[in-house]
């Protein structure tokens, strides 16, 4: 083994490993995804060609030890660590020889091999170890033996690429998040640098790194936005930038790649339809695909939980199953962790059998029903009695009521546990909603006039009036009579613009906080809770 | 063999934000981490101590990465423990870092079975508390069986309850595990966590700060007993104010409790925890 050749080689393989290190990054899903595998064999790699910089080794022996110093003391990361064995196995068998044969570079393999299963205690198949493995078996080929070692490494090569290609096979959290191996990628990144150090071939392009990805492995990335939109718009002289910059108002993660006659559009965003007219002004659009990321994040965890994957991800312990009216409603409620949300409430009560319904697909035994309204909770008793699973229902009078439940909802916890506290919120829970009077009527000693707004606290009325300020501010003083310090407030169809309002009430007491957010229900322009 | 800490020493890694512990006591050491911001890089406490690093988190336009220590950096702590016939090294949960990986290279390395390799299962302070709890029975004499009884004991009744002010930290640096369950929540609701088995998980989320102290005082005192030798110990990223009400509620719910550390979190684990976080840990020990 000569230096000024191992340096090359290094410094071949480190080249074309930085070109890719962006796209290894992205593929880190396993063991932490952290996306940093690219990043920390780069910086392995580095501090490698470093050293042999600095090398005055003269023989063999000497050039082995400085590369497998240099490994270990650089190696960064998991990826990093068990890359610095594979150099070690693979340089001590070199060191032992002065010039380098096909044979020798099957045992140097071998070495490299055993030298990573060696050194990880429990080692898991579908990673960079399987995929050093069968370089090795390659290498060790009979056929292989006799040929040039550039031959050889080129075939070794090809093994690698391939075994990198099956790590989804053997790994579940690999193919649920739809990619390969990082550290395998990242090794035979380094090998093809190696080989064309070795062979002197020009390196070929690295590939985009958008088309690299596959779709789930993108929604990896966690978004506000609940719709994945993915479409093509075929035209001519389309503008990629004009359209890029379109779609970055409307949501993230986007992605616009292909050329003046054909766009590939990936963007996430709660507004697909605007995206898909934002395509047809300029072109015809093809190819949609719209997917509820919520929804596939529920369904990813539950492939994980059937799986049994080691994974990051939770393993649900509780389901829960959530009555509730309008979009806005529906979404805090899915955001919160609701497993399912039937839509309903006042004046739409869902059926039993569309409660039980919900409750069987959702992919635990224990199950939490909110029925979010006075008039449903009766119905979500006789389904809990129908369903074989084990269902309770946490009695939520109202859409805020149980929001307040809901946030105390941790899937992952037991149902005893999680009805606990969800029962204790709603004990703790003062609500009140402002509606529109329908007709002329006296109820609880108030006179209400039809279009009036009506203040309700706890379900009885306290207040009408046409001025909804005055309305309001009598709600807002009664529904915080017991000192709480937290208002919630879901607006409604018809909601009332609500400027100012955040800022009067923090003024009149700063130890307040307010949220605000649109529930879309019917019927209700404003609920509030106070907990 | 009899060990002492005349013969036995502890390597613990940054993640224990302990960095006191080798002027305190002799046969102890101290291994960083690394602290990446864009292309600078930092031994934990060595070179970024906690208050510069949250100074630089609220400043630096690029988010901090973590890196565990290289095999050779704890060959070099090795090294410097010839004088000892035992090491244990003791380490943040494997499930969340590769440290305790580089650790079982470099005692592979030194070779023989010198080197004892603890996965802690856990992070933070309670390592610090696993470190005391082994020096307490290195100070009258012990056995490898029977620190491995304590080891085994810890990692069933070491508890630590956290709490953060959001999750985007743990899940940038994917170490959210099954927390993940209440993460990507559009409200300003404070999760309470674990750790169980090795990674994160959540186990309560409230609303607002003083709920998240009643949840910690109803667990700790349903998990506990008010007996001599419980420890406990809290750690916060950049909020102080944390550590009187914290201890103040240690006392209240069990006088007998002893307050055995109070520290800042470190670059790394704050890395990962996000400014504002807070965690309380106890473990009973009579020895």
């Known amino acids: 083994m000569e230096l000024e050749l191992v340096r090359h080689l290094a410094r071949s393989a480190m080249q074309n490993l930085e070109a890719h290190r962006r796209r290894i990054d992205d593929l880190n899903v ?31 022996e000497a050039v082995a030890k400085d590369v497998t110093r240099a490994a270990l003391m650089g190696a960064r990361g998991n990826s990093g660590v068990i890359f610095s064995q594979i150099v070690r196995g693979f340089v001590e068998v070199l060191g032992e ?71 989804p096979e053997l790994l579940d959290v690999l193919r649920n998040a739809g990619v390969v191996d990082a550290g395998g990628a990242g090794l035979v990144e380094i090998a093809r640098g ?74 996430h965003t709660d507004d697909p339809g605007h995206a898909l007219m934002l395509g ?35 393993t649900l312990a509780t389901g829960l199953v959530a009555v509730c009216p309008g979009r806005g409603n529906r979404r805090l409620f899915e955001s919160l962790g609701a497993t399912r949300v039937i839509e309903g409430g006042q004046s739409m009560n869902p059926s039993a059998k569309d409660i039980v319904d919900a409750v069987e697909a959702v992919p635990t035994d224990d199950v939490l029903v909110l029925p979010n309204n006075s008039n449903v909770i009766l119905t979500a008793e006789q389904a809990a009695s129908m369903s074989g699973k084990t269902v309770r229902v946490i009695p939520s009078k109202s859409v805020q009521a149980g929001f307040a439940a809901m946030g105390r909802f941790v899937p992952t916890e037991s149902a005893d546990e999680n009805e606990r506290a969800m029962l204790e919120e709603l004990e703790g829970a003062a609500t009140a909603e402002i509606t529109v009077a329908s007709r002329d009527a006296s109820l609880d000693g108030v006179d209400i006039r039809e279009g009036e707004y009506l203040g309700l606290v706890d379900d009885v009325a306290v207040i009408s009036g046409s001025d909804l300020d005055v309305v309001l501010d009598e709600v807002v003083d009664r529904v915080l009579a017991g000192g709480q310090g937290f208002l919630t407030i879901l607006t409604g169809e018809n909601a009332p613009p609500l400027d100012g309002l955040v800022a009067s009430l923090e003024e009149r007491d700063p130890h307040l906080e307010v949220e605000i957010h649109e529930g879309g229900q019917p019927h209700y322009p404003l609920l509030l809770v106070a907990q | 063999m009899n060990l002492t800490s005349e013969n036995t020493a502890i390597v613990l890694d940054s993640t224990s934000d302990y960095p006191d512990a080798p002027a305190r006591f002799p046969n102890m050491r101290f291994v960083p981490l690394y602290v990446r911001f864009g292309d600078e890089t930092f031994r934990d406490y060595l070179e970024l101590g906690p208050a510069e690093f949250y100074e630089k988190l609220r400043t630096s336009p690029v988010t901090p990465a973590t890196a565990q220590p290289t095999p050779a950096d704890f060959v070099e702590a090795y090294e410097t423990l010839s004088a000892y016939e035992r090491i244990y090294s003791l380490h943040v949960s494997a499930k969340v870092s590769g440290t305790f990986q580089s650790a079982e290279l470099a005692a592979q390395d030194v070779g023989g079975d010198k080197v004892r390799v603890v996965d802690s299962m856990t992070a933070s302070l309670a390592i610090a508390m696993l470190a005391h709890a082994i020096q307490r029975r290195l100070a009258r004499g012990t056995t490898d069986d029977e620190i491995s009884a304590l080891v085994e004991r810890f990692h069933v009744h070491c508890d630590v309850l ?21 993460a990507g929540s559009l409200l300003n609701l404070r999760p309470v966590l674990s750790v169980e088995n090795g990674e994160v998980v959540a186990v309560a989320r409230v609303r607002g700060k003083q709920k998240a102290v009643a949840e910690i005082e109803r667990r700790f005192a349903d998990a506990t007993t008010d007996e001599p030798g419980l420890r406990v110990a809290v750690a916060h990223a950049d909020s102080a104010e944390w550590v009187g009400t914290l201890s103040e509620l240690a006392w209240r719910v069990r006088p007998n409790a002893e307050v055995e550390f109070t520290s800042t979190l470190g670059a790394v684990v704050g890395t990962h925890a996000g400014p504002g976080a807070v965690g309380f840990f106890w473990f009973q020990d009579t020895d």
């Open chain 2, 162 to 182: 956290f709490t953060v002010e959001t999750l985007e930290y743990l899940q940038r640096g994917g170490r959210i595990g099954k927390a993940q369950a209440v």
């Open chain 1, 280 to 314: 047809t002004a300029v072109g015809v659009v093809e190819g949609v695909e719209i997917a509820n990321m919520h929804h596939q994040t529920a369904q990813r965890e539950v492939r994980l939980l059937e799986g049994g994957a080691p994974s990051a991800l939770a």
């Open chain 1, 97 to 167: 020889h002065e010039g380098i044969s096909s044979a020798l570079l099957g045992r140097a393999f071998r070495g490299a091999s055993d030298t990573a299963y060696r050194a990880v205690k429990r080692p898991v198949e579908g990673t960079m170890l399987t995929v050093i493995r069968e370089m090795a078996e390659e290498s060790e080929k009979k056929e292989h033996r006799r040929v040039p070692p550039a031959d050889l490494l080129r075939a070794v090569l090809a093994a690698g690429e391939d075994a990198v290609a099956r790590t």
């Open chain 1, 194 to 267: 190696m080989v064309h150090g070795a062979t002197g071939e020009e390196l070929p392009e690295a590939p985009m790194e958008a088309d690299a990805l596959g779709f789930d492995a993108i929604h990896q990335e966690l978004s506000e936005y609940r719709y994945c939109t993915v479409f093509v718009v075929e035209g001519e002289s389309l503008d990629k930038d004009g359209l890029e910059a379109e779609l970055e108002k409307i949501g993230d993660s986007l992605l616009v790649v292909g050329d003046a006659t054909a766009l590939k559009v990936h963007v």
């Open chain 1, 30 to 60: 396993y063991p932490v995804p952290d996306g940093d595998t690219g990043t920390n064999l780069v910086l392995t790699l580095r501090s490698i060609v470093e050293a042999l910089d600095a090398s005055t080794a003269t023989d063999s």
